[in-house]
């Protein structure tokens, strides 16, 4: 099945800074790669996915990057703020139904 | 309010009592999954389901069992619990399984 790592585990920025996710996966016929962020107590929420038909998408302050011949991803926070202290998880598929998700980074913002 | 819904939200049970973990969405969601959460692991799927009377098992899911008699519940079942089965469970629903909704977590503790 899909193997999905996730880099660094911990994540420390200062605001205003940017901070920068890595993700790898195993399975070449990937095609779909969401990007979690939860919060302390809560559920995980999805924040942005990518599809491999597109190298890029950004939202706002965040952006993802697919590499498909390198088989990795990245999702990229620009300007920290504290609110985005949180943890973010990655996770590839190949048919949307059964997601394979990466450890988890634990990224705090500093103020 | 749109949302998914997991009761109990924390439980303590001891080796081998069947217990049963209720999911409910008001979203008219057909697709429908459970996770397990564990550090330095991610989220693990349990299992899945597309639609009504429609499941599947997902990266986990030895020592539990699911049903989906209606479209809006998807409880999750331990039949013979055991320790290792302790851990943080969410329950997720979605129009497309691209987007997975999250429910607020069951801490689960087996002793």
């Known amino acids: 099945g899909e193997n999905v790592e996730q880099h660094p585990s911990t994540l420390s920025v200062q605001e205003g800074d940017s901070a920068v996710i890595k993700c790898t996966y195993s399975?070449?016929?990937?095609?779909?790669f969401p990007w979690y962020k939860q919060e302390l107590g809560k559920g995980p929420q999805l924040i942005i996915d990518?599809?491999?038909?597109?190298g890029e998408k950004k939202d706002q302050r965040i952006a993802v990057t697919l590499n498909k011949t390198a088989k990795h991803f990245s999702l990229h926070i620009t300007e920290t703020q504290p609110e985005d202290s949180a943890v973010y998880f990655c996770?590839?598929?190949?048919?949307?139904?059964?997601?394979?998700f990466g450890a988890g980074t634990t990224v705090t913002v500093r103020a | 309010e749109a949302q998914v819904t997991q009761n109990p939200r924390y439980l303590i049970t001891v080796t081998g009592k069947k217990l049963t973990v209720t999911c409910s969405q008001n979203?008219?969601?057909?697709?429908m999954s459970w996770y397990r959460q564990d550090p330095g692991l991610g989220l693990r799927q349990i299992y899945y389901?597309?639609?009504?009377?429609?499941?599947d098992k997902g990266d986990v899911p030895e020592g539990y069992k699911v049903s989906r008699k209606e479209k809006r519940n998807f409880p999750l079942i331990l039949e013979s619990p055991s320790p290792n089965q302790t851990s943080l469970y969410f329950c997720?629903?979605?129009?497309?399984?691209?987007?997975?909704?999250f429910g607020p977590g069951t801490r689960l503790t087996v002793l």
């Open positions: 979203m008219n969601h057909e697709y």
């Open positions: 389901s597309m639609n009504v009377e429609v499941t």
């Open positions: 996770a590839a598929t190949t048919n949307d139904y059964k997601l394979s």
């Open positions: 997720a629903s979605s129009p497309t399984a691209a987007e997975q909704f």
């Open positions: 990518i599809r491999s038909n597109v």
């Open positions: 399975d070449s016929a990937s095609n779909y």
